[in-house]
């Protein structure tokens, strides 16, 4: 199966928790506990969405017009502070 790798952006909640975003899948919104498991609801819903997209033959976005997808990868770039 093809993949595809979309940017995805996730940051702390003040009520605790974290949310997943995307600039390359727009209606991506992801919320979990713990990073591990947004980014497991952000890989699910990411796939569920461009499923949706080429089921109902609706535009996917532009970052993902190059290709077909029938699985998606995501890769994450998440800010990590290390003690000096």
Do not use: C
Request: avoid cysteine; proline fraction near 5%; charged fraction near 25%.
């Amino acid at each position: 199966m093809p993949e595809l790798l979309i940017n995805i952006k996730i940051e702390s909640l003040e009520e605790g928790g974290y949310l997943a975003t995307s600039k390359d899948l727009p209606d991506l919104l992801a919320q979990g506990r713990t990073v591990a498991e947004t980014m497991e609801i952000a890989q699910d819903v990411a796939r569920k969405l461009v499923e949706s997209y080429l089921e109902h033959g609706d535009a996917l976005p532009e970052a993902l017009k190059a290709a077909r997808v029938d699985n998606v990868a995501i890769e994450a770039k998440i800010p990590v502070s290390i003690a000096a």
